[in-house]
C-alpha cells in the first residue's frame, strides 16, 4: 500500500512537471520535493528518460511488455512497478521485493541467451561471484534467476542516481572533481577485478552517481552482467546472433569490438574507463558512436586504424560546442584546453590504446596516474625528462622552492652589489659572510612548535628578522640600515604599517650618522618614513617630515629630479589629508607638469600625479574636472599597461568615488563592486585597499537607501581592520565613523552614539583636536546627540567642532542638515549659525 502510494506521488510529480518549461522543472521539484532527495532523483531520472525516448510510451508506460509477452505483475518474490530503463542487453525495472525483506530493487531482464539452459546455468555460477564483491563504488547483486518463460534476469540494489557524465555537468564540476570521481569509480572496478569478475560494458549509464553525506559517490551496476551473458563455447564470437556487440559502441574497447579476439581481459574495462575519462574532460566521445550506427563493422576499422585526437586537440576542434563544454567544467574553453594539454592528454591516449599491452594494467594504474597529476608529480604515461621532473617538483613544494629561490636571489645580489662598491677584498668577503650568518638565522626556526610540519610562512620570516636586526650585522651599520630599509618596505606593502615605521626609523637614523643628511640612500628612507607616518594619520610629523625631505632633495638633487617630484607628490597628499586643499592642488599642479616634462605622459608616476589633482578636485567639490581627469588617466593607464596594473584599482576607486557624489549611485555601484573583486583577488581581502572599496561601496549601499546591507560591509571591514591594522590607524577610525552613521539610519541610535563617541575620543588622541578629521566626528557626534533630544550637549558638540577645524562647507551646510531639525528652532542654534556665517566671510582689507 505504501509503495502503491509512493509511486502515485511520482506519476503526480512527473505530470505537473511536463507542463512547466523545462528550465523551471528543477526548481518546481525542490520546492514539491523539499528534503526527498531520493523521490527528486526518481522524478528527474524520468524526465531525462522521457526527453530522451521524445515522451514515454502512453505518458506513463502502461501498456509496456517484455520479450516475450505482456508485463505480469510480479516476478517470483519481485512486484514490478515501473520500467527504468532498456538497452541492447535488456530491460531494467523499478520492482519491490516482497520477501524476506521489503526493499527496492532494479530487476535487469536479459535479452541475451533467451530459453539457453546453458545461459541459465551459467547465471546460477555468476550469481554466486558477484554477490561475494563488496565495495562502496558498486551496487550489490541480491539475485539471479528465470520467469517461467525461460528469461534470465539479475535483481539489483536500486541507485537513484545520474549517470556520472550528467552529474557532473549538471553541477558544473572542475576537472579536479570530475577526475577525483574517476578515481573511486577505478577503485570498484579494481576490486570487482581482483574478483575475477570482468564487466564489459561500462559508460556512464552503469556508473551513477549519487550524494552520500552531501559528498559524490560513484555506484557501478550491471557488473557481471555481460560476462554472465556472454557465450560459453569458445567457438562463439562476442556478437550476438543478430549480429550486434555484446556492448556499447563508442566504450567498448578495440579487442572487444573484434570477433577474432577470444582472450578478452580486465584491459578491456581498463579502456572503457578511458572513454568515460574523456567524456568527463571534453564532453565528446573518442570516436563518433553515430557512424557506426548505420555501418556496425565500422568500428573494427575505426578502432584498429584510427587514433583519437588528444583532449586538449578535440576542445580545439570543436570551435562551437567546446565553449559550452567549457562552461560546465567550470572555466573558458582556452583555459580548458590548457589545463588539458600535457599529463590529461597524455593520461587518456595511454588508457586508449590500441595495444592493450601499451595499455594501463589495471583500473588502480589508472587511478594512481590521475593521483599523480592530481599531486603534481611526474606521471606514468608521459616520458619523464629532467626538466619535466624539476617542474612537477617544484610545482608540489611552491614554498619551499620559492624562499629558497628568494634566498639565492638574495645573495646573489649582495654578492653582486659587494663586487660593485666594495674596494677592500677583506670587506668583501666579510660582509658576504655577515650577510650569510644573518640570512640563515632568518630561515632557521629554533623551536620546534614553530615549524608546524615543516611550513613556515614569509611572514613568521619577516617578524623573526626584524626581531633580529637590531642584534645582528652591528659591525655594518650600512648593511644594517639597508636590511631594515628593506624589510620596513615589505612590511609597508603588506599594509603593516606599525611593523614598518621602528624599522624606517632605525634606517634613517643610521644612514644620517654614517652617509650623511643629504645621501640618496637617506633621503629614500627618510621620504618612506614620512609615507608610512602619514599613513598611520600622524600628520603633523610627516609633513615636517616630507618638508624636510623636499627642501635637502631640491638643494642636492635638483628641483627636476624624479626623486624630488615624488617628494613634492607624497607632500601634497598630507596637505589633502588635513584639509590644506588649495596648496595641496597647487602643489599637485606643480609635479603633475614636472613629471610630464621629465618623465612623459604615459609614466606610471605622472598617471598618478594625475589622479592625486584630480583627488584634489573632488575634496573641493570640483566633480566634473576629477572626472574628467580620472578617466583621462584610467585610459593611459588600461592602453599601456594593461587591465591588471595595481594602478587600476586606485584610479577606478577614485572615479567611482566622484560618480558617486555627482549622484549616479547605481553606475558607482557597480564599478565598487568590480573593484571589491578585484582588490580581494590581486591584494588580498585584508589588505588596506580592499578594506577602502569596502568602506567606499558600504557607503554607496546606504546612499541608496539599503542600510541594512551598509551595515554588514562596514561591520566586516571594521572587524578585518581591528585585526590587521589596530583600534588607532585612521583606516580603522573612518570605517568605525561610516558603521556609526549606518547605525543612525537603522535608528539603532544608542549603539550608533557609544561608536562615534569611541571614535571622536580615539581622533582626538591620535589626530589630534584641531584636525579635521577629528571635528567631523565631533559634528556626527552633535547629529546623533540632537536625534535623541539632548540639545545643551549637542550645541556644545557643535560649538567644539566648529573651533577645531571643521571645513567651513560642513559648517555652512548646518543649518539646512535635516539630522539638526529638532535644534532649528532654538535661539542658542540660530546664534551659532550666524558665527558660523561671520567666521565665514572674507575679511576687510586694513
Not at 552520500?212 to 567457438?235: C, H, S, T, W, Y
Not at 578502432?303 to 586537440?313: H, M
Not at 619577516?462 to 652591528?474: C, F, G, H, P, Q
Amino acid at each position: 500500500m505504501e509503495q502503491a502510494k509512493h509511486w502515485e506521488k511520482i506519476k503526480e510529480l512527473f505530470g505537473t512537471a511536463l507542463e512547466k518549461e523545462p528550465g523551471q522543472r528543477g526548481a518546481f521539484l525542490r520546492d514539491a520535493c523539499g528534503h526527498d532527495e531520493a523521490l527528486r532523483a526518481e522524478v528527474e531520472s524520468l524526465l531525462a528518460e522521457y526527453d530522451k525516448a521524445d515522451g514515454l510510451s502512453e505518458h506513463l508506460w502502461p501498456d509496456q511488455t517484455l520479450e516475450n509477452g505482456p508485463c505480469p505483475e510480479s516476478i517470483g518474490p519481485y512486484r514490478l512497478v515501473k520500467k527504468i530503463g532498456e538497452g541492447g542487453m535488456g530491460q531494467v525495472w523499478l520492482a519491490e521485493q516482497t520477501a524476506p525483506v521489503r526493499r527496492q530493487v532494479a530487476l535487469k531482464l536479459i535479452k541475451a541467451g533467451l530459453y539457453d539452459p546453458r545461459v541459465l546455468q551459467r547465471f546460477q555460477s555468476e550469481r554466486q561471484s558477484l554477490a561475494i564483491m563488496d565495495h562502496p563504488s558498486i551496487a550489490k547483486v541480491f539475485d539471479a534467476g528465470a520467469t517461467p518463460e525461460g528469461q534470465p534476469y539479475f535483481v539489483m540494489e536500486y541507485v537513484p542516481g545520474l549517470p556520472i557524465t550528467d552529474y557532473c555537468d549538471q553541477k558544473k564540476l572542475e576537472i579536479r572533481e570530475r577526475l577525483e570521481l574517476l578515481i573511486k569509480a577505478c577503485e570498484g572496478v579494481q576490486h570487482a577485478h581482483q574478483k575475477a569478475i570482468i564487466h564489459r560494458d561500462l559508460k556512464p549509464a552503469n556508473i551513477l552517481v549519487v550524494e552520500v553525506d552531501g559528498k559524490p559517490m560513484p555506484r557501478i551496476i550491471d557488473f557481471g552482467l555481460a560476462k554472465a551473458a556472454a557465450q560459453e563455447d569458445a567457438g562463439e564470437s562476442l556478437f550476438t546472433q543478430a549480429g550486434s556487440f555484446l556492448g556499447t559502441p563508442g566504450y567498448m574497447s578495440p579487442e572487444q569490438a573484434d570477433p577474432n579476439v577470444k582472450d578478452v581481459d580486465t584491459r578491456t574495462d581498463v579502456y572503457s574507463l578511458g572513454v568515460v575519462l574523456y567524456v568527463l574532460l571534453t564532453g565528446f566521445l573518442p570516436f563518433d558512436a553515430k557512424r557506426w550506427q548505420k555501418q556496425p563493422y565500422e568500428i573494427l576499422r575505426q578502432l584498429r586504424e584510427e587514433d583519437p585526437a588528444r583532449p586538449s586537440t578535440k576542445i580545439a576542434m570543436e570551435k562551437e560546442s567546446s565553449s559550452a563544454s567549457a562552461e560546465m567544467r567550470g572555466t573558458e574553453r582556452k583555459q580548458l584546453i590548457s589545463q588539458l594539454r600535457g599529463d590529461l592528454d597524455w593520461i587518456a591516449m595511454k588508457v586508449l590504446e590500441k595495444d592493450r599491452a601499451r595499455r594501463y594494467g589495471t583500473p588502480s594504474e589508472l587511478a594512481a596516474d590521475i593521483r599523480r597529476y592530481l599531486n603534481h608529480e611526474p606521471v606514468v604515461a608521459r616520458p619523464a625528462s629532467a626538466g619535466y621532473k624539476l617542474q612537477k617538483y617544484a610545482h608540489r613544494h611552491r614554498l619551499g622552492v620559492a624562499v629558497a629561490a628568494g634566498l639565492v636571489l638574495l645573495l646573489a645580489g649582495f654578492a653582486v652589489l659587494q663586487a660593485v662598491q666594495l674596494r677592500r677584498i677583506t670587506r668583501e668577503r666579510d660582509r658576504a659572510s655577515r650577510v650569510t650568518g644573518f640570512m640563515t638565522s632568518m630561515f632557521k626556526v629554533s623551536d620546534p612548535s614553530e615549524a608546524r610540519g615543516n611550513t613556515v610562512t614569509a611572514r613568521q620570516i619577516l617578524d623573526k628578522a626584524s626581531k633580529d636586526i637590531n642584534t645582528e650585522l652591528v659591525k655594518d651599520p650600512e648593511l644594517q640600515a639597508q636590511m631594515m630599509q628593506v624589510m620596513g618596505e615589505v612590511y609597508k606593502s603588506l599594509g603593516l604599517y606599525s611593523q614598518a615605521q621602528p624599522l624606517l626609523e632605525r634606517a634613517v637614523e643610521i644612514r644620517r650618522k654614517v652617509l650623511g643628511p643629504g645621501h640618496r640612500d637617506t633621503l629614500t628612507s627618510m621620504y618612506h618614513l614620512a609615507w608610512c607616518l602619514e599613513t598611520e594619520g600622524h600628520y603633523d610629523e610627516a609633513e615636517k617630515l616630507e618638508r624636510q625631505t623636499l627642501d635637502i632633495r631640491r638643494r642636492v638633487l635638483g628641483p627636476q629630479d624624479p626623486d624630488t617630484l615624488t617628494s613634492m607628490d607624497d607632500l601634497a597628499w598630507t596637505l589633502m589629508d588635513e584639509g590644506n586643499y588649495p596648496e595641496a592642488e597647487k602643489l599637485n599642479r606643480e609635479t603633475l607638469a614636472g613629471r610630464v616634462r621629465v618623465l612623459g605622459p604615459e609614466h606610471p608616476d605622472t598617471i598618478n600625479s594625475m589622479k592625486h589633482l584630480a583627488s584634489s578636485f573632488y575634496w573641493e567639490k570640483r566633480y566634473a574636472e576629477s572626472e574628467q581627469l580620472d578617466r583621462q588617466a584610467l585610459a593611459i593607464c588600461l592602453r599601456v599597461f594593461g587591465p591588471d596594473h595595481p594602478e587600476i584599482l586606485s584610479l577606478t576607486t577614485n572615479l567611482t568615488a566622484t560618480l558617486e557624489a555627482e549622484g549616479r549611485l547605481a553606475e558607482a555601484e557597480n564599478f565598487y563592486r568590480q573593484s571589491l573583486e578585484t582588490d580581494r583577488r590581486v591584494m588580498g581581502p585584508e589588505h588596506p585597499g580592499t578594506l577602502l572599496t569596502m568602506r567606499l561601496l558600504a557607503a554607496c549601499v546606504g546612499a541608496q537607501g539599503r542600510w541594512a546591507e551598509a551595515k554588514k560591509l562596514d561591520q566586516d571591514a571594521l572587524d578585518i581592520a581591528l585585526r590587521t591594522l589596530g583600534p588607532e590607524n585612521p583606516g580603522t577610525l573612518d570605517i568605525m565613523n561610516d558603521l556609526a552613521l549606518a547605525l543612525v539610519s537603522l535608528r539603532q541610535y544608542p549603539e550608533a552614539e557609544k561608536l562615534m563617541r569611541q571614535t571622536r575620543d580615539t581622533k582626538r588622541r591620535v589626530l589630534g583636536a584641531d584636525n579635521p578629521w577629528t571635528a567631523a566626528s565631533t559634528y556626527n557626534l552633535a547629529e546623533i546627540v540632537a536625534g535623541r533630544g539632548r540639545s545643551d550637549e549637542a550645541l556644545s558638540l557643535l560649538h567644539e567642532a566648529i573651533d577645531h577645524g571643521l571645513p567651513a562647507a560642513n559648517a555652512l551646510a548646518m543649518e539646512n542638515d535635516s539630522d539638526l531639525k529638532a535644534l532649528q528652532g532654538d535661539p542658542r542654534f540660530i546664534a551659532l549659525v550666524a558665527y558660523v556665517h561671520q567666521r565665514a566671510a572674507p575679511k576687510k582689507p586694513n
